[in-house]
Nanobody, 115 residues
Framework: QVQLVESGGGLVQPGGSLRLSCAVS????????MAWYRQAPGKERELVSS???????LYADSVKGRFTISRDNSKNTVYLQMNSLKPEDTAVYYC?????????WGQGMQVTVSS
């Protein structure tokens, strides 16, 4: 069973930064997707950013230029560096992994951007 352990969420002021991490409990295949989604109150879950091996990374228009996804394959970990945070970035952020045809979700963590 694959487990995803997320960390890095919390409260930050507008304009601040956070780095989210998601560590996967087992090695992944050479062809996989690691991504971040978020869900704000009263809204549907949306893709923030994704990284698929051998393909370009994707970003939601709302975060382009502010968020950066990266991965450390040796640690089976994906990161989301979030800069210039805005109140509208407030949401529960979820890690997502697709590996060998199976999809896995993290438990979610709250990110609140407020003064």
């Amino acid at each position: 069973q694959v487990q995803l352990v997320e960390s890095g969420g919390g409260l930050v002021q507008p304009g601040g930064s956070l780095r989210l991490s998601c560590a996967v409990s087992r090695s992944l295949s050479s062809d996989n997707t690691m991504a971040w989604y978020r869900q704000a109150p009263g809204k549907e879950r949306e893709l923030v950013s994704s990284s698929t091996t051998g393909r370009s990374t994707l970003y939601a228009d709302s975060v382009k230029g502010r968020f950066t996804i990266s991965r450390d394959n040796s640690k089976n970990t994906v990161y989301l560096q979030m800069n210039s945070l805005k109140p509208e970035d407030t949401a529960v952020y979820y890690c997502y992994i697709r590996n060998r045809g199976q999809a896995y979700w993290g438990q979610g963590m709250q990110v609140t951007v407020s003064s």
